[in-house]
């Protein structure tokens, strides 16, 4: 996903402080903001399957 439409989701679910955020806090906020755990390249075994990051993650 590029960086535009990762911003562009987090300004629709009222991310704060988005244009000092840099590509992986941004989806990590996006996460969060969704109910998901900001686990974003943190963890190898990632079982959120509904998670729109899943794919570029794992």
Request: charged fraction near 40%; glycine fraction near 2%; charge should be positive.
């Amino acid at each position: 996903m590029k960086i535009a439409d990762i911003k562009s989701k987090a300004k629709a679910l009222k991310v704060k402080k988005i244009a000092s955020m840099k590509k992986k806090a941004l989806i990590r906020a996006i996460q969060k903001a969704e109910g998901h755990n900001d686990c974003f390249k943190r963890i190898p075994d990632c079982c959120q399957m509904d998670c729109c990051f899943r794919e570029e993650c794992i």
